[in-house]
């Protein structure tokens, strides 16, 4: 019986499944305007770099809010700021299926990223508070694997609803899980575990990591997980003060450089790859909506898995080294872009390369958030995190935009190449910046 009531508690593992389902629900609200674009572009005739420019309001909305989130989110607390922010998402979704002009939509679409804005800021503060260090990668890669998880299932969704009803509908149904999960998620989190009724001492002992002996912890380093040698003397590995002020943060070099390492990367990929895959395919490969959907859900499947595996490859065998990571997915995408402009005709092969394109950027994807873990205190995260996440959206901004004009002027070739010249900007901008040595770990 004493075991029993000794046994700690692992509610966070609970609360990072909700956050898998509620970012998966969030970023699904963003990837379905990629399937009712080209019916959007139908219905107003629209030009490819008018719905760039719709595409971009959301991470222009996204992105410009990122730094007041990560203040909002300071001071009101996980609880409120990411329940608040999944309401207004879905409440500004549903509102774009009724919308009765470009204006409107355009309005709309900013709005459901300015909304969205808080959700992921307290998606990563929530990980940075219920999760101990050596956890925090895995997690992160939870987090995100959700947050390819729903453009993974938005294609299928999408087909049938546009089969079935009309574009207006996506946005109809889509709006619906938000509000719910919203209310779920005031009533069974709080801002940190020891607020929190489900969590024993134990666990929030655990979390906090007050209950290891620290020359237990450098014995555990020397000995099994960190070594100190050519890699890390390559990726600038050296030990760090937290950054603890929001002053200290807005004067590191290391936050704008993994922010400028994470703009290229999610320009790729939200900019890119989930807003205008759906029109790739069913106009440069003419296949049915059928065909599209199954084909524009490859990339995120294989997101989920790299997430998830990039995470737990940083925590447990990179010995919570992130830019190994970061450095790898951008030589790999810079591969695998230039791969794309002779892509195969035959679906299954085309599917299998964009499943690969996925895997490998998502790889590094997670690093980004927990390299800010490791280089911000507790306190100041979510606004170390809301300059990098701002400087990732504003690559999402660019990205559609820039997509639009080659398309009207060049091809999808130009596209594929402007890329791999991105990921090849952000391998350099990475390669600048330090590596936190781990806590507990000591230079040899």
């Given amino acids: 019986m004493i075991d029993k009531l000794k046994r700690k508690s692992q509610y966070r593992w609970f609360v990072i499944a909700l956050i898998f389902i509620l ?59 990411y329940a608040a922010g999944m309401l207004l998402t879905s409440v500004f979704t549903f509102m774009m299926g009724k919308v009765d002009s470009v204006w409107h939509l355009k309005i709309l679409r900013a ?40 453009p993974l299932l938005v294609p299928p969704i999408c087909a049938w609803i546009l089969i079935h009803y009309d574009w207006r509908h996506i946005f109809l149904f889509f ?8 209310l779920v998620w005031y009533v069974l989190v709080r801002n940190t575990p020891a607020e929190s009724r489900f969590v ?53 070099w290391d936050i704008y450089g993994a922010a400028i390492g994470y703009m290229c990367m999610v320009g790729i990929v939200d900019g890119v790859i989930m807003s205008w895959l759906p029109k790739y395919l069913l106009q440069e490969h003419k296949l049915s909506i059928v065909a599209s959907a199954a084909l524009a859900a490859t990339p995120f499947a294989g997101n989920v898995i790299g997430n998830l595996c990039g995470g737990w490859i940083s925590d447990n065998l990179l010995a919570k080294r992130r830019k190994p990571l970061m450095m790898f997915s951008a030589v790999c995408t810079i591969v695998m872009t230039g791969l794309m402009t002779i892509a195969p005709q035959n679906p299954y092969l085309l599917g299998l390369l964009l499943f690969c394109l996925g895997f490998l950027i998502a790889l590094g994807y997670s690093a980004y958030s927990v390299y800010a873990m490791a280089r ?23 990205m559609p935009l820039i997509v639009g004009v080659l398309l009207d002027n060049y091809s999808w070739n130009a596209v594929f190449i402007t890329l791999g010249i991105a990921a090849a900007l952000c391998l350099v901008v990475v390669f600048t910046i330090r590596e936190p040595l781990p806590a507990g770990a000591e230079l040899e």
């Fill in 23 to 81: 970012f998966m629900v969030a970023q699904a609200d963003r990837a379905n305007i990629g399937f009712a674009i080209p019916f959007i572009q139908k219905e107003y005739d629209l030009t490819n770099s008018e719905i760039g420019l719709i595409i971009s309001l959301f991470f222009a909305g996204y992105g410009l809010c990122q730094i007041p989130a990560g203040f909002f989110v300071k001071r009101k607390g996980i609880r409120f700021s």
């Fill in 111 to 150: 709005l459901v990223g300015v909304s969205e804005a808080p959700v992921v800021i307290s998606s990563t503060a929530t990980i940075n508070n219920w999760f101990p260090t050596k956890e925090k990668g895995t997690a992160t890669g939870i987090f995100l694997a959700g947050s390819k998880f729903g």
């Fill in 175 to 182: 709006s619906i899980p938000g509000v719910i999960l919203a």
């Fill in 200 to 252: 024993n001492q134990q666990e929030a002992d655990y979390i906090a990591e007050v209950s290891r002996d620290e020359e237990g912890s450098k014995r555990r380093f020397k000995s099994r997980a960190f070594r100190y040698g050519f890699i890390d003397r390559m990726i600038r590995t050296t030990k760090l003060t937290p950054l603890d002020s929001s002053r200290s943060i807005f004067r590191s």
């Fill in 376 to 398: 911000a205190s507790r306190e100041t995260y979510p606004v170390a995190y809301a300059i990098i996440n701002m400087g990732g959206q504003l690559g999402a901004v660019c």
